[in-house]
């Protein structure tokens, strides 16, 4: 190949692709993250490109709220304009980009002066009581063999831990000393947490490694998509009518926490999450002493003159 024929980057192409690399060797954030941030990106430096801004140093004020307008008129495949979380993404990855720029002396817009589209508050599903109980059970009624005893093992852990469909697939044999009721997991950004698992749990995982004779070093070896299946199907024969899956399970674990009394940043920890902010979703439903002002005074003088 000539080098007439090499297509020259631009510098803020040539930034992005830094970047991405800096998230991948020095953040080690997975294929998946790192292929949406490329994305994200790239449809920010082609916009930019058209109105022949091809410099980080370019980046301005006007040119994100251009941006921001594109992305609010763009059509989706579902609906007339994507939606407001999905422009979020774009604007939080062009955020974190130019935090990159900063730190390595480029002269460009502040990260600070760009904001997000504001959102509707994110509806949380979550199993509670009867309906948790018996996706809990399904296994043992509709799977046999080492199937049902790893199924029921799967569900016990995804409940008392908490875990991240990809965490879970990826979880080996040897992360879990069976003797201690905690363990430690690699998250995001290869960060590492504390995870506890419930007296249930570890039964079902001894039983189920018990039976084990094959030298797989995985816990569970199945895939993630294979994982949502099961949970999704075990769900249907629980006579559950909502879509119900993994991320399902971990909502219901941090729901169960904070309806028992613990702290919001207790449970954040737990999850793994970063920022408050993502834990804060689950306030809203699990806020125990709105409910009980509400016993103790919403109709008081109709209950005390019956």
């Known amino acids: 190949?000539?080098?007439?024929?090499?297509?020259?980057?631009?510098?803020?192409?040539?930034?992005?692709?830094?970047?991405?690399?800096?998230?991948?060797?020095?953040?080690?954030?997975?294929?998946?993250?790192?292929?949406?941030?490329g994305f994200f990106l790239k449809r920010f430096a082609h916009f930019a490109k058209e109105r022949s801004i091809t410099k980080p140093e370019n980046i301005s004020k006007i040119l994100v709220h251009q941006f921001r307008l594109y992305l609010n008129r763009l059509p989706a495949r579902s609906s007339d304009?994507?939606?407001?979380?999905?422009?979020?993404?774009?604007?939080?990855?062009?955020?974190?980009?130019?935090?990159?720029?900063?730190?390595?002396?480029?002269?460009?817009?502040?990260?600070?002066?760009?904001?997000?589209?504001?959102?509707?508050?994110?509806?949380?599903?979550?199993?509670?009581?009867?309906?948790l109980e018996r996706i809990l059970e399904m296994p043992i009624?509709?799977?046999?063999?080492?199937?049902?005893?790893?199924?029921?093992?799967?569900l016990e852990t995804l409940f008392s831990t908490g875990l991240r469909v990809s965490?879970?697939?990826?979880?080996?044999?040897?992360?879990?000393?069976?003797a201690k009721p905690e363990f430690t997991v690699r998250g995001k950004g290869s960060k590492l947490r504390l995870v506890f698992l419930s007296e249930t749990a570890r039964y079902w995982i001894k039983k189920y490694l018990a039976e084990r004779t094959d030298p797989e070093e995985r816990l569970f070896p199945i895939t993630p998509r294979s994982i949502e299946r099961l949970v999704s199907r075990y769900a249907r024969l629980a006579g559950i009518m909502k879509r119900v899956t993994p991320h399902t399970m971990r909502h219901s674990y941090a729901t169960d926490l904070l309806m028992n009394g613990a702290d919001i940043r207790s449970v954040?920890?737990?999850?793994?999450?970063?920022?408050?902010?993502?834990t804060q979703v689950y306030t809203h439903i699990t806020d125990q002493q709105l409910r009980d002002v509400y016993k103790?005074?919403?109709?008081?003088?109709?209950?005390?003159n019956n």
């Open 1 to 37: 190949m000539s080098e007439k024929t090499i297509k020259k980057l631009s510098p803020l192409d040539q930034s992005i692709n830094n970047f991405l690399e800096y998230l991948e060797v020095d953040r080690g954030l997975s294929s998946l993250t790192l292929r949406n941030y």
């Open 81 to 131: 304009q994507i939606k407001k979380n999905t422009q979020n993404y774009h604007l939080i990855a062009l955020r974190t980009f130019l935090k990159y720029l900063i730190k390595n002396d480029v002269k460009t817009l502040e990260p600070e002066k760009i904001e997000l589209a504001k959102q509707a508050p994110r509806q949380v599903d979550f199993l509670e009581g009867s309906d």
């Open 141 to 154: 009624e509709h799977a046999k063999g080492l199937q049902q005893l790893r199924d029921k093992a799967m």
């Open 167 to 178: 965490e879970l697939a990826k979880l080996k044999v040897e992360d879990i000393n069976l």
């Open 268 to 278: 954040q920890a737990m999850l793994g999450h970063s920022s408050i902010t993502t």
């Open 296 to 304: 103790a005074f919403h109709a008081k003088r109709r209950r005390n």
